[in-house]
């Protein structure tokens, strides 16, 4: 009946909140990957990966869009709840779609369902300081939040393509000040896209929670993938920070674990994959 009691004492007790900032503490990577499936959930839970998000990147790897735009709710709950399926240690975050948290309100309701509904422990929403209203909602109802800054695909229309974000001071700096209001307002993880390394870097030693990058240098927290780029199953041109972990190995568990030990020695990023 008390499952989570029992959990607590298990070899592999499930990742939450708490083991995240205790990694922080300690020095610890945290590894972290996208899946959208059941199937793939139990490789990388077998791989040993810390934590897995049902991304809206779904829209562009397995729907086949130009963004991730048209990505909906429904989407994202199905694919959350196939995903949940499959997973025992690693912490379960489902996205936020576009347009789906446009109000306090709508965000709370959205929120419930990925959680009720898709089995999320922690849901993720894009943007800056004009997200600290809604974060504080969430956090209010005891929702956990994670905190998208930098590359924004969301709003990929509106920046005019995907670009690498903060390259100059003042875009920088605004950016280490929306990361610290987010912190403030109640998230519990922030995670950066496609930045310069240094400002990954600098971001992370200001904040008290977990920082996890994709293009935003070694010296996040945690570093996460799309788990078709680790496979090396998405075509044509990918983006710099991307890696092929099947290269040289017979099997996608050996990919995967390939990656996550890359993460946990630091060995991944390398400077190739940085800006």
Known sequence: MYKHLQERYAPRPPVNVGTLVKMKAEGEKIASITAYDASFATLVDDAGVDVVL????????????????PVTLADIVYHCRAVAKGLYRPFLIADMPFMTYASK????????????????????????????????????????????????????HKVGGFRVQGRENEAAERM????????????????????????????????????????????????????????????GRKPKFSKNFLAGRDSALEAIKAYTQAVKSKEYPGPEHCF
């Not at 209001?181 to 496609?194: K, M, S, Y």
């Not at 930045?195 to 929670?209: F, S, Y």
């Open 54 to 69: 049902v991304g809206d990147s779904l829209g562009m790897v397995i729907q086949g869009h130009d963004t991730t735009v």
């Open 176 to 235: 280490l000040r929306d990361a610290q209001a987010l912190e403030a307002a109640g998230a519990d993880i922030v995670l950066l896209e496609c930045i310069p390394a240094a400002l990954g870097k600098h971001i992370t030693e200001q904040l008290h929670v977990p920082v996890i990058g994709i293009g935003a240098g070694p010296d996040t927290d945690g570093q996460i993938l799309v788990l078709y780029d680790v496979l090396d199953i998405t075509s």
């Open 105 to 156: 309100e709508q965000a709370l309701d959205n929120a419930v369902r990925l959680m009720q509904e898709g089995g999320a422990k922690m849901v993720k929403l894009e943007g800056g300081a004009g997200q600290v209203e809604i974060v504080e909602f969430l956090a209010s109802h005891d929702i956990a939040v994670c905190a998208h800054l930098g590359l924004k695909p969301q709003s990929v």
